[in-house]
């Protein structure tokens, strides 16, 4: 059974490409729509409306093969804790949207595999090998570099994308120890819901403004976005090995340049484009090395 299953995910490593690179144009364009709303509604309404849309798309996609038992769990207090930190992750990168450039931002959002492996070691107890040590060590330096504290343009939106990089390392980190005994389904079925709940009680205290009809289906296609780039990106490492679809991730960063560019006129600087280079090559580097340790790789 085992090589059976090996020689299945190999033959789909195209349509697990396919789906990757699907995945990162929809989350590009649901970042950017964000940075864009965020400039006329309250950043807690958008997100609110965020998750509306995609709880949504994922109950049409979800709910239709696993019924109700995808909410079948015996860990919930695991996924309130889980969610509550992946609430306050977006919250931080949609607050950095609103203070730096978008390219800036998903480039620093990059290094949140490193943080994972942190956070791995600090609450799963994995070793922290020589590998592990230098590419957290080197991410960082680009991040750093992303961010250009040396310049006079290391600002408030820098500090939020680092914060939201540092929480979702550690929500990867919640989502491996959770994947041990909940399914996909069911983990993102209750993402949707408790993200949905969390943003929803919160919007009152950050004012609300009324949407005009044409901005509600454009704050609810923001979340329909997200919903879909967060389906297509685990149907990818469903049907192919992280190693051959988790580099296409990084394309993410491109579209977010073009966007930026297009929608903003935001140029990339010299120190932007090296220290995205630093931190890919070293999110890449982690990707091979954990994919050579274990075999077959584990996929969140």
Not at 10 to 16: H, K, N
Not at 208 to 218: F, G, N, Q, Y
């Amino acid at each position: 059974m085992p090589a059976t299953s090996a020689t299945t995910r190999a033959d789909q490593v195209p349509l697990g490409i396919l789906y990757m690179v699907g995945a990162t144009v929809t989350f590009a364009i649901s970042q950017a729509l964000s940075k864009w709303l965020v400039a006329g509604y309250p950043f807690m309404e958008v997100l609110t409306f965020r998750g509306l849309g995609s709880l949504l798309i994922c109950a049409v996609l979800i709910l239709p093969q696993t019924g109700l038992a995808a909410f079948r769990t015996r860990r919930l207090a695991a996924h309130i804790g889980r969610n509550a930190a992946q609430a306050l992750a977006q919250t931080c990168l949609i607050l950095a949207l609103t203070m730096m450039p978008l390219a800036g931002a998903m480039a620093i959002n990059f290094s949140a595999p490193l943080f994972a492996a942190l956070a791995a070691a600090l609450w799963l107890h994995e070793p922290i090998s020589r590998a592990r040590g230098l590419a957290l060590v080197t991410g960082f330096l680009g991040v750093l570099l992303v961010a250009s504290p040396g310049s006079g343009s290391f600002n408030v939106g820098a500090i939020f994308a680092i914060l939201n990089a540092v929480l979702f390392g550690s929500v990867t980190a919640a989502v491996r120890g959770l994947s041990a005994t909940e399914s996909a389904e069911t983990l993102t079925t209750y993402q949707t819901v408790l993200l949905t709940v969390f943003f929803a009680a919160a919007a009152p205290f950050f004012g609300l403004t009324v949407p005009s009809r044409a901005d509600a289906v454009i704050l609810l296609a923001n979340g329909v976005f997200n919903g879909i780039g967060q389906y297509w990106w685990t149907r990818s490492l469903s049907l192919a090995p992280a190693a051959a679809v988790g580099p296409f991730y990084y394309l993410s960063l491109v579209w977010a340049m073009i966007l930026g560019f297009f929608i903003w006129g935001d140029l990339p600087t010299p120190l932007l484009l090296l220290g995205s280079a630093i931190v890919v090559a070293s999110g890449l580097y982690l990707l091979w090395h954990e994919s050579a340790r274990r075999a077959p790789p584990i996929a969140e």
